[in-house]
């Protein structure tokens, strides 16, 4: 393979994850725990979650066929996200993801509450 310095890497290389399109029923059925289909058949594994910038998330996913990279783009909590994830801790609870649902916890990600499993952050945790 003759490297070029000068090209960034290519797309779906794991430098290079291939952006899914930004279409609610995807995310819906990330939410949901169900596998993504990939754009080039298969399904996509999921390989990690990062926090993306501006408190949204990013997952990382491979095509089992393909073994390219994909990345879903995770939108960033809503205003009334927030303040559901602050009412329940301050009324002691622990707070869940309002987008995966009651059973996923939230973790704290430094100062922040963040979901395991989209990578958005949900407010303060202080
Ligand atoms: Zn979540």
Redesign the pocket.
């Known amino acids: 393979m003759v490297k070029n310095s000068e090209a960034s890497p290519p797309a779906g290389s794991p430098l290079n994850p291939i952006p899914l399109p930004k279409e609610r029923k995807l995310l819906r059925r990330y939410?949901a725990g169900e596998r993504l289909r990939s754009p080039l058949g298969g399904q996509l594994d999921v390989l990690g979650i990062r926090e993306g910038e501006g408190g949204g998330g990013r997952v990382l996913l491979e095509c089992n066929t393909s073994s390219l990279r994909f990345v879903l783009m995770v939108p960033r909590a809503s205003k009334a996200e927030v303040a559901k994830v602050k009412e329940a801790v301050e009324a002691g609870e622990e707070p869940a993801?309002p987008?995966?649902g009651p059973y996923?916890r939230l973790a704290r990600s430094g100062r922040r509450w963040a979901?395991p499993?989209?990578g958005?952050s949900f407010g303060k945790s202080i």
């Open positions: 939410y993801c987008r995966h996923q979901c499993l989209c958005v």
